[in-house]
């Protein structure tokens, strides 16, 4: 008779579902609140103006100029022969139908504003508005 029966221990095992789980959640919550900077953007503080009204127009064309008198067409930077020929085409697609939006900074030499401004005018483009706060 055997006083001592060996009993059968069951292996340690590790169950992965659950870790899985968690690392999916984790990795959807990183993915979910990290910021991709792909698109450039304007650092612009428009002056502010009390009687400024709202802007609705339908066909326009968005001019931006920052604190160091770069140009931005659109959001892309562009060089002063090129902002010219884009003012040349919005006239010749549109004729005086297109709004000319101006997004300047406050610190903005005057120089590039008026050139803008002079610009539009040439090219009989009346409609030109001003961004403000």
């Known amino acids: 008779m055997a006083l001592f029966i060996p009993r059968r221990r069951r292996k340690p095992d590790i169950n992965i579902v659950p870790l899985v789980d968690v ?5 959807f919550f990183f993915l979910m609140t ?8 304007l650092d612009i503080t ?11 127009q339908t066909s326009r ?4 100029i920052d604190k160091t008198g770069k140009y931005f067409l659109e959001n892309k930077e562009v060089t002063q022969p090129q902002l010219e020929a884009a003012l ?15 997004l300047a900074d406050q ?4 120089k590039d504003v008026t050139f803008v401004l002079d610009e ?12 403000t706060r």
Not at 88 to 102: I, M, S
């Open 23 to 27: 690392l999916t959640v984790l990795i």
């Open 34 to 41: 990290m910021q991709f900077k792909g698109e450039k953007t």
């Open 46 to 56: 428009p002056p502010k103006m009390d009687t400024a009204g709202p802007a609705n």
């Open 61 to 64: 064309l968005i001019v931006g």
């Open 88 to 102: 040349q085409k919005a006239a010749a697609d549109h004729g005086n139908e297109t709004t000319v939006l101006l």
């Open 107 to 110: 610190d903005t030499p005057l």
């Open 120 to 131: 539009s005018r040439k090219l009989k483009l009346d409609k030109v508005r001003l961004q």
